[in-house]
């Protein structure tokens, strides 16, 4: 067959659009420059939907969360004698799972008490539940580690409550950054706390006490409550304070279900450049003094297991739309 003859400028032509073609496919592949990321967050469950204790026994669940596509779990720190550390990291290391500390100061260990002793017995706890996390294998000890929940007096806090609280997490916080844990202080509605109810009082609280290892953390379940929009709060607060966050639904059902305005949300989450843990928090609703406690009279979800994988596929496909 005769070679067929192709003129330089023909050949020029037909180089000339290939490397353009493949310059496009290259581009196409690419954000463009200045693009926001896409959100990238770890997803967590907060335990207290299946136990109010958890123990040795508990351990199990965690394998349990981490089938349904969690990235951790977050281990409630009430009665600190029932924890289990050795038995919580050898579960977290063989299901290849992160963990966080959800963490509540108890009667006796007020850290804005008038009473110097007391004082001293919160900062004391707050130690010790840096301490576990860090034997567990965590990086995150969040709640409101300020004040008992559901301690009120009635009254507005005080200077002096403040200046006894900063003094109180500034120790903690000393004691974190030599153990390499963060600290996230979590402002709660003014029916279970008058101490900090705002992003705003929790950030004041933050800068007072001037460590890199005392963050915020938002709980949408509070937010909704407190703040006049949830996602000015996050913009607000900003990726260089918020340390942790709650993804709960208004009544503490399962996520989507509810008035929190999710996708305004998540938008705010991304515009911040948040990278951390969003945890889905509720509580067991079987279990009666843990309804007594969180105020739960009613049936709010199916079941534990439903809020878990409906919640957590919610969330996911908000964030990929954000």
């Known amino acids: 067959m005769p070679k067929k003859d192709v003129s330089r400028r023909a050949f020029l032509r037909q180089a000339a659009t290939a490397s353009g073609a493949a310059v496009l496919a290259g581009c196409a592949s690419q954000a463009p420059e200045g693009a926001p990321k896409p959100l990238n967050v770890r997803y967590g469950?907060?335990?207290?939907?299946?136990?109010?204790?958890?123990?040795?026994?508990e351990v199990g669940l965690i394998s349990k969360v981490a089938a349904f596509g969690y990235d951790g779990v977050e281990i409630p720190f009430n009665d600190l004698g029932l924890l289990d550390a050795p038995a919580t990291r050898q579960a977290l290391e063989k299901a290849g799972v992160g963990m966080t500390a959800c963490c509540v100061m108890m009667p006796g260990t007020n850290p804005?008490?008038?009473?110097?002793?007391?004082?001293k017995r919160g900062v004391d706890r707050l130690r010790q539940m840096i301490d576990i996390t860090g034997e567990m294998g965590g990086a995150v000890v969040a709640g409101p580690l300020y004040s008992p929940c559901g301690y009120l007096t009635r009254k507005a806090v005080t200077a002096d409550e403040l200046?006894?609280?900063?003094?109180?997490?500034?120790?903690?916080?000393?004691?974190?950054?030599?153990a390499k844990i963060l600290l996230a202080i979590e402002p709660l509605n003014r029916f279970e706390t008058y101490v900090i109810n705002t992003d705003a009082?929790?950030?004041?609280?933050?800068k007072e006490v001037g460590s890199d290892y005392l963050k915020v953390?938002?709980?949408?379940?509070?937010?909704?409550?407190?703040?006049?929009?949830?996602?000015?709060?996050?913009?607000?607060?900003?990726?260089?304070?918020?340390?942790?966050?709650?993804?709960?639904e208004n009544d503490r059902g399962i996520p989507g279900t509810g008035q929190v305005r999710w996708k305004e949300?998540?938008?705010?989450?991304?515009?911040?450049?948040?990278?951390?843990?969003?945890?889905?928090?509720?509580?067991?609703t079987?279990?009666?003094?843990?309804?007594?406690?969180?105020?739960?009279?009613?049936?709010?979800?199916?079941?534990?297991?439903?809020?878990?994988?409906?919640?957590?596929?919610?969330?996911?496909?908000?964030?990929?739309?954000?």
């Open 163 to 178: 200046k006894w609280c900063a003094e109180g997490l500034r120790a903690a916080a000393e004691h974190a950054e030599k």
């Open 217 to 248: 953390q938002i709980d949408t379940f509070h937010a909704n409550i407190e703040e006049k929009d949830t996602a000015k709060a996050i913009l607000a607060t900003g990726k260089p304070y918020l340390g942790h966050f709650h993804a709960s």
């Open 201 to 206: 009082d929790a950030v004041r609280i933050c």
């Open 45 to 57: 469950l907060n335990l207290l939907v299946y136990t109010a204790a958890f123990t040795k026994n």
């Open 265 to 284: 949300v998540f938008a705010a989450l991304k515009a911040i450049g948040y990278d951390r843990w969003v945890t889905i928090e509720s509580f067991a």
């Open 286 to 322: 079987g279990i009666l003094d843990l309804c007594a406690a969180a105020c739960i009279w009613r049936p709010i979800y199916g079941s534990a297991d439903e809020l878990a994988t409906k919640g957590l596929e919610f969330l996911k496909e908000t964030a990929r739309s954000a």
């Open 112 to 119: 804005c008490s008038p009473d110097a002793a007391e004082r």
